[in-house]
C-alpha cells in the first residue's frame, strides 16, 4: 500500500460526522456531568485493572470512580474466575477493602470484622447469634458486571450490560485480544494527576495529529508530523469511535541525538525511534502495522474514556475519570515485555521514559486553560477539522450514549 | 561469552559524574530543573564522548550486580537521558511549554490508587 493511501484524511463530513461547530457546555455544564454519571460511567464498559494483577486466588485490586463515590472490587476466585463488587459491607456500609491492590483469600471489614470470601459471600460474622436470624446467604458483597479483555479487566455498573464486552470493543477483533492480552506485559511505569479540566479535554488532547507540529515543537514535532497521523472513524462501532495512527516522516526532521540512537539499540521504548530488537508479544497478526516500514503506533479511542496506544514492543493506557465537570484524575501507564536485566536496557527504558514524559507535559498544558474559556462563557463552540475527525467521532459517541440507549 | 569490555578511563570527568549521579529518575529530573544551563552542559559534554563506552561496559553486567563505582558510574549515564532535551531541543533547563513535570506524580502499578 502506498503512503497516499495510509496517510489518507476522511473528508469532511464523512461517516455522517457532520461539519458543523461543536458546542463546548458538555465540557462545563453541572447538569450535562450528571446525566454523564448516569449515561456514561453506570452504563458502559470501563477499564478498571490489568488481569495479570489478580492472577491467583485471592488476589484483589481496587478502582474508584471519583464522581460516583464508587469503590469497586476486583478478585480472582478459588474457581479462577475474575469478580466484581461494589466495595460496600452489607452490614453497615463501610469500604471492604481500603488498599489498592493485595492479596485476601477472604477479606475482612475493618469496621466489626464481617468476612467476605473472593466470590463475594459473606463467609463469617463475628457474633453472629447477636443478629437473631441472619441469612448469610443473601448478604454477599453486590456483584457488578465483569469481563476481561486483551488482559485489561473492563467494569460494567450496568447490572445487566446492553452489550458484551467483545461486542462494544468491535473492530478490535480476537487478534488485539490476544497481542494485549499476552502473558509477556508488564508494567513498567506511569504517573497520574489531577487537572482543573473536564475529563474529556485529556481524552481529545491525545486523539489527533493536527496539534503535534505546535503543540511539540519542543520534543518530538519533526519525528510525527502531524500529517503523518491519519486517522479513521468506526461509525459502527459502541465503544471504539476512532483511531489514530503515528507514522515517521520519510526523511527524519528535527534532532535526533546521540543518546536517543544509542538508546535505540537496546529496544524500543521510546514511541519515536526505530527500535532495533525483536519482541517476546510478538503474535499480533493484523494489529500491529509492519508492513508500512514508517509506522510506529495506533492508537485507539476506548469509549468513554480511554485511549490505548498499540505498538510493537510497548502499550501505552491513558485514563482519565471525572471528579467534578471542571476537575478530573489523569493517569497513563506503560507496559513492555521482557525484564529489563542489563544496563542497556535500563538506558533504553529511562531515555524513553523520560522523552514520553517531556511530550506528555506538553500535551497536558493547554487543558486547564480551554476549561477556564469554556467556564467563562468565553467559548461556546469548537472548530473541528479533517485532521481532528476524532474528536467529532467521539462527541457524536457521546451524544449517541446520553440518549440513554447505553448504545 | 562474548569479550570483555574494559572500563573506560573517566578520571577526568569524576567531579562531573558526582554531581549528576543520583540513585532516581526523580532525583536526577529536579537536579536537571534547578541547574544552570552552563552546568547542564558541561556535564553532558563531558560525557558524551565517553558515554557509548560506558554503556558498552555496564551493559555487561546484570543489573543486580552493580556497585560501587560502576553503580554510580551507571547513575550517570542515566543522567544523560534527562538532560538530552535541555541541550538540543530547549536550550534552557526546564521546558516552558508543557506543564510543571513534578505535577506528573510516578505510579507504583496499574492499579495503585489510595483513595481515602
Ligand atoms: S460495616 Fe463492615 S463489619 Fe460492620
Ligand atoms: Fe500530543
Given at each position: 500500500m502506498g503512503n497516499a493511501n495510509i496517510m489518507a484524511i476522511p473528508p469532511l463530513?464523512?461517516?455522517?460526522?457532520?461539519t458543523e461547530a461543536i458546542p463546548s457546555d458538555h465540557y462545563s455544564s453541572q447538569a450535562f456531568f450528571e446525566q454523564e454519571k448516569e449515561h456514561i460511567f453506570k452504563k458502559t464498559w470501563l477499564?478498571?485493572?490489568?488481569e495479570s494483577d489478580v492472577a491467583e486466588h485471592g488476589d484483589f485490586i481496587t478502582y474508584f470512580i471519583d464522581a460516583l463515590e464508587t469503590s469497586i472490587i476486583i478478585t480472582r476466585d478459588q474457581h479462577g474466575q475474575v469478580n466484581a463488587f461494589?466495595?460496600?459491607?452489607?452490614?453497615?456500609?463501610?469500604?471492604?477493602?481500603?488498599?489498592p491492590c493485595g492479596k485476601a483469600k477472604f477479606m475482612t471489614c475493618d469496621f466489626h470484622g464481617w468476612v467476605f470470601d473472593s466470590e463475594g459471600k459473606l463467609a463469617d460474622v463475628p457474633?453472629?447469634?447477636?443478629?437473631?436470624?441472619?441469612?448469610?446467604?443473601?448478604?454477599g458483597l453486590k456483584p457488578v458486571s465483569v469481563d476481561v479483555w486483551g488482559g485489561f479487566v473492563f467494569i460494567n455498573l450496568?447490572?445487566?450490560?446492553?452489550?458484551s464486552l467483545k461486542g462494544y470493543l468491535k473492530p478490535l477483533n480476537e487478534s488485539f485480544d490476544k497481542y494485549l492480552g499476552n502473558k509477556d506485559w508488564t508494567w513498567s511505569y506511569g504517573w497520574r494527576s489531577t487537572f482543573n479540566?473536564?475529563?474529556?479535554l485529556l481524552v481529545d488532547a491525545q486523539?489527533?495529529?493536527?496539534?503535534v507540529d505546535q503543540t511539540h515543537r519542543n520534543t518530538i514535532a519533526g519525528a510525527i508530523?502531524?500529517?503523518?497521523a491519519p486517522s479513521i472513524a468506526y461509525p459502527d462501532s459502541i465503544g471504539v469511535p476512532a483511531r489514530i495512527s503515528a507514522y515517521r516522516p520519510e526523511h527524519m526532521m528535527g534532532v535526533q541525538t546521540d543518546v536517543a540512537l544509542l538508546s535505540a539499540k537496546h529496544g524500543?521504548?521510546?514511541?519515536y525511534t526505530k527500535p532495533e530488537k525483536e519482541f517476546?508479544?510478538?503474535?499480533g497478526e493484523g494489529v500491529l502495522?509492519?508492513?508500512?516500514?514508517?509506522w510506529i503506533f495506533d492508537a485507539y479511542l476506548l469509549f468513554p474514556n480511554v485511549v490505548l496506544f498499540v505498538q510493537k514492543g510497548q502499550i501505552l493506557v491513558q485514563r482519565t475519570l471525572p471528579i467534578t465537570p471542571s476537575e478530573c484524575l489523569w493517569e497513563v501507564d506503560f507496559y513492555h515485555t521482557g525484564?529489563?536485566?542489563d544496563f542497556g536496557q535500563l538506558f533504553n527504558s529511562e531515555q524513553g521514559r523520560i522523552q514520553i514524559r517531556d511530550v506528555l507535559t506538553e500535551d497536558l498544558y493547554t487543558a486547564e486553560g480551554i476549561q477556564m474559556n469554556f467556564n467563562a462563557g468565553v467559548i461556546k463552540e469548537i472548530q473541528i477539522n479533517q485532521q481532528e475527525m476524532p474528536i467529532r467521532a467521539y462527541y457524536h459517541r457521546l451524544m449517541s450514549a446520553m440518549k440513554g440507549t447505553g448504545e | 561469552m562474548s569479550e570483555v569490555t574494559a572500563r573506560p578511563d573517566v578520571s577526568d570527568i569524576e567531579v562531573e559524574i558526582n554531581l549528576w549521579a543520583l540513585p532516581t529518575t526523580e532525583d536526577r529530573l529536579v537536579k536537571r530543573m534547578n541547574s544552570t544551563m552552563d552546568e547542564i552542559n558541561s556535564f553532558h559534554y563531558a560525557m558524551l564522548p565517553k558515554l557509548p563506552a560506558i554503556i558498552e561496559y555496564l551493559n555487561q553486567f546484570k543489573l543486580t550486580d552493580l556497585a560501587g563505582d560502576d553503580l554510580k558510574l551507571s547513575r550517570a549515564a542515566l543522567a544523560m537521558c534527562e538532560v538530552d532535551n535541555a541541550v538540543?531541543?530547549?536550550?534552557?533547563?526546564?521546558?516552558?511549554?508543557?506543564?510543571?513535570?513534578?505535577?506528573?506524580v510516578k505510579k507504583s502499578g496499574f492499579s495503585d490508587r489510595v483513595i481515602l
Amino acid at each position: 500500500m502506498g503512503n497516499a493511501n495510509i496517510m489518507a484524511i476522511p473528508p469532511l463530513g464523512s461517516d455522517e460526522l457532520g461539519t458543523e461547530a461543536i458546542p463546548s457546555d458538555h465540557y462545563s455544564s453541572q447538569a450535562f456531568f450528571e446525566q454523564e454519571k448516569e449515561h456514561i460511567f453506570k452504563k458502559t464498559w470501563l477499564m478498571a485493572g490489568r488481569e495479570s494483577d489478580v492472577a491467583e486466588h485471592g488476589d484483589f485490586i481496587t478502582y474508584f470512580i471519583d464522581a460516583l463515590e464508587t469503590s469497586i472490587i476486583i478478585t480472582r476466585d478459588q474457581h479462577g474466575q475474575v469478580n466484581a463488587f461494589y466495595n460496600a459491607c452489607t452490614h453497615r456500609g463501610a469500604h471492604v477493602l481500603t488498599e489498592p491492590c493485595g492479596k485476601a483469600k477472604f477479606m475482612t471489614c475493618d469496621f466489626h470484622g464481617w468476612v467476605f470470601d473472593s466470590e463475594g459471600k459473606l463467609a463469617d460474622v463475628p457474633g453472629e447469634e447477636l443478629f437473631g436470624d441472619l441469612d448469610k446467604s443473601k448478604l454477599g458483597l453486590k456483584p457488578v458486571s465483569v469481563d476481561v479483555w486483551g488482559g485489561f479487566v473492563f467494569i460494567n455498573l450496568d447490572p445487566e450490560p446492553s452489550v458484551s464486552l467483545k461486542g462494544y470493543l468491535k473492530p478490535l477483533n480476537e487478534s488485539f485480544d490476544k497481542y494485549l492480552g499476552n502473558k509477556d506485559w508488564t508494567w513498567s511505569y506511569g504517573w497520574r494527576s489531577t487537572f482543573n479540566a473536564n475529563w474529556k479535554l485529556l481524552v481529545d488532547a491525545q486523539i489527533e495529529g493536527y496539534h503535534v507540529d505546535q503543540t511539540h515543537r519542543n520534543t518530538i514535532a519533526g519525528a510525527i508530523p502531524g500529517t503523518h497521523a491519519p486517522s479513521i472513524a468506526y461509525p459502527d462501532s459502541i465503544g471504539v469511535p476512532a483511531r489514530i495512527s503515528a507514522y515517521r516522516p520519510e526523511h527524519m526532521m528535527g534532532v535526533q541525538t546521540d543518546v536517543a540512537l544509542l538508546s535505540a539499540k537496546h529496544g524500543a521504548t521510546s514511541l519515536y525511534t526505530k527500535p532495533e530488537k525483536e519482541f517476546s508479544a510478538d503474535d499480533g497478526e493484523g494489529v500491529l502495522n509492519e508492513d508500512h516500514p514508517l509506522w510506529i503506533f495506533d492508537a485507539y479511542l476506548l469509549f468513554p474514556n480511554v485511549v490505548l496506544f498499540v505498538q510493537k514492543g510497548q502499550i501505552l493506557v491513558q485514563r482519565t475519570l471525572p471528579i467534578t465537570p471542571s476537575e478530573c484524575l489523569w493517569e497513563v501507564d506503560f507496559y513492555h515485555t521482557g525484564d529489563v536485566e542489563d544496563f542497556g536496557q535500563l538506558f533504553n527504558s529511562e531515555q524513553g521514559r523520560i522523552q514520553i514524559r517531556d511530550v506528555l507535559t506538553e500535551d497536558l498544558y493547554t487543558a486547564e486553560g480551554i476549561q477556564m474559556n469554556f467556564n467563562a462563557g468565553v467559548i461556546k463552540e469548537i472548530q473541528i477539522n479533517q485532521q481532528e475527525m476524532p474528536i467529532r467521532a467521539y462527541y457524536h459517541r457521546l451524544m449517541s450514549a446520553m440518549k440513554g440507549t447505553g448504545e | 561469552m562474548s569479550e570483555v569490555t574494559a572500563r573506560p578511563d573517566v578520571s577526568d570527568i569524576e567531579v562531573e559524574i558526582n554531581l549528576w549521579a543520583l540513585p532516581t529518575t526523580e532525583d536526577r529530573l529536579v537536579k536537571r530543573m534547578n541547574s544552570t544551563m552552563d552546568e547542564i552542559n558541561s556535564f553532558h559534554y563531558a560525557m558524551l564522548p565517553k558515554l557509548p563506552a560506558i554503556i558498552e561496559y555496564l551493559n555487561q553486567f546484570k543489573l543486580t550486580d552493580l556497585a560501587g563505582d560502576d553503580l554510580k558510574l551507571s547513575r550517570a549515564a542515566l543522567a544523560m537521558c534527562e538532560v538530552d532535551n535541555a541541550v538540543y531541543k530547549w536550550k534552557t533547563p526546564i521546558l516552558n511549554t508543557g506543564i510543571d513535570t513534578l505535577r506528573m506524580v510516578k505510579k507504583s502499578g496499574f492499579s495503585d490508587r489510595v483513595i481515602l
